[in-house]
């Protein structure tokens, strides 16, 4: 596999260049695998449609980037078979130029690896009992795709004191599916303008919502033919209402159950009552009492209010 680097003198031109091809953050998401971030998403970044969330202000990729190098000094301490060294340089594909890898240390040793550093809060900590999260896995391998390389290695830090390690060998059949993904994605929908399918994630409603912020008071006429979804909708909303009161019902039993106690356990099943009290911020109070403040700090954002069904007029 041949690669060419890119190095930029500002982080302001990497992020500019990072549009013009798919990264190992893009690759889970171009696939469906994560969970915060759709294709539509991708394709509306890409194709300069909207501009790339800047998440630098997040605490979550503040310590994460604070945290990177003890993370990565760690794995240096457990592994003194391998050199751990930085790559400052975007890697970009010859064959495949719009396929880019960043990584976060290149490994030498018995062959060439990627060590990736990652940070993840408690909450998250059921996501990597077997390995990293799956849209983590296909970051590494298109990384591995891009480079050529032989192995990788994902660090993780829990919780800011639990630290985990896992080895993740090449695997040409994750390789091949990814790169199907990945060149598809570009030639298909990016090249060409063309908005990708719906996946049905989260996070494609908020950015369909960002794409029509301003809608029209027309109606758009088609025949139930054309839009089977319109019953599909219809229907999932009745079976989803029918299975919240069944869970709802059985819930409620067990809880009647367990009273004061802190759960319930079966042969099989652990069931633990989680009980807390919850702060509230009222709104209401705050803007009478302070509205230029209110105001101040209110930001509007467009918001996807979900689609209400009711008769046809036609």
């Given at each position: 596999?041949?690669?060419?680097?890119?190095?930029?003198?500002?982080?302001?031109?990497?992020?500019?260049?990072?549009?013009?091809?798919?990264?190992?953050?893009?690759?889970?998401?171009?696939?469906?695998?994560?969970?915060?971030?759709?294709?539509?998403?991708?394709?509306?970044?890409?194709?300069?449609?909207?501009?790339?969330?800047?998440?630098?202000?997040?605490?979550?990729?503040?310590?994460?980037?604070?945290?990177?190098?003890?993370?990565?000094?760690?794995?240096?301490?457990?592994?003194?078979?391998?050199?751990?060294?930085?790559?400052?340089?975007?890697?970009?594909?010859?064959?495949r130029p719009w396929a880019f890898a960043n990584i976060d240390r290149e490994l030498r040793g018995d062959g060439r690896g990627i060590l990736e550093c990652k940070t993840a809060g408690l909450r998250s900590a059921d996501q990597w009992?077997?390995?990293?999260?799956?849209?983590?896995?296909?970051?590494?391998?298109?990384?591995?795709?891009?480079?050529?390389?032989?192995?990788?290695?994902?660090?993780?830090?829990?919780?800011?004191?639990?630290?985990?390690?896992?080895?993740?060998?090449?695997?040409?059949?994750?390789?091949?599916?990814?790169?199907?993904?990945?060149?598809?994605?570009?030639?298909?929908?990016?090249?060409?303008?063309?908005?990708?399918?719906?996946?049905?994630?989260?996070?494609?409603?908020?950015?369909?919502?960002?794409?029509?912020?301003?809608?029209?008071?027309?109606?758009?006429?088609?025949?139930?033919?054309?839009?089977?979804?319109?019953?599909?909708?219809?229907?999932?909303?009745?079976?989803?209402?029918?299975?919240?009161?069944?869970?709802?019902?059985?819930?409620?039993?067990?809880?009647?159950?367990?009273?004061?106690?802190?759960?319930?356990?079966?042969?099989?099943?652990?069931?633990?009552?989680?009980?807390?009290?919850?702060?509230?911020?009222?709104?209401?109070?705050?803007?009478?009492?302070?509205?230029?403040?209110?105001?101040?700090?209110?930001?509007?954002?467009?918001?996807?209010?979900?689609?209400?069904?009711?008769?046809?007029?036609?």
């Amino acid at each position: 596999m041949r690669y060419r680097e890119l190095r930029f003198e500002s982080r302001d031109e990497w992020l500019e260049a990072r549009n013009n091809g798919i990264g190992g953050s893009d690759a889970g998401a171009v696939m469906g695998l994560n969970p915060y971030r759709s294709p539509l998403e991708v394709w509306l970044e890409k194709t300069g449609k909207v501009e790339p969330k800047d998440l630098s202000d997040k605490e979550a990729v503040e310590w994460g980037t604070r945290l990177e190098p003890m993370v990565a000094q760690k794995f240096a301490d457990n592994h003194p078979e391998l050199k751990v060294l930085r790559k400052n340089a975007t890697m970009v594909s010859v064959d495949r130029p719009w396929a880019f890898a960043n990584i976060d240390r290149e490994l030498r040793g018995d062959g060439r690896g990627i060590l990736e550093c990652k940070t993840a809060g408690l909450r998250s900590a059921d996501q990597w009992v077997f390995g990293p999260p799956e849209h983590y896995i296909a970051q590494i391998q298109h990384y591995l795709s891009v480079t050529g390389w032989d192995f990788a290695w994902c660090a993780v830090l829990i919780g800011g004191q639990e630290y985990r390690e896992f080895y993740i060998p090449r695997d040409a059949e994750d390789i091949a599916a990814i790169d199907k993904a990945v060149d598809a994605f570009w030639n298909e929908y990016v090249a060409k303008d063309v908005m990708p399918k719906m996946t049905g994630l989260r996070s494609e409603s908020g950015a369909l919502a960002g794409m029509y912020p301003n809608p029209s008071d027309e109606y758009l006429s088609v025949m139930d033919a054309d839009m089977p979804e319109l019953g599909e909708i219809s229907d999932l909303k009745r079976q989803i209402k029918a299975l919240e009161e069944r869970k709802s019902k059985a819930e409620n039993i067990v809880k009647a159950a367990i009273g004061e106690a802190k759960g319930i356990e079966s042969e099989s099943v652990r069931a633990t009552w989680v009980r807390s009290t919850q702060m509230t911020f009222d709104r209401k109070r705050f803007e009478a009492d302070h509205p230029d403040l209110a105001e101040e700090y209110t930001e509007k954002k467009p918001k996807d209010g979900g689609l209400r069904l009711s008769p046809s007029r036609c």
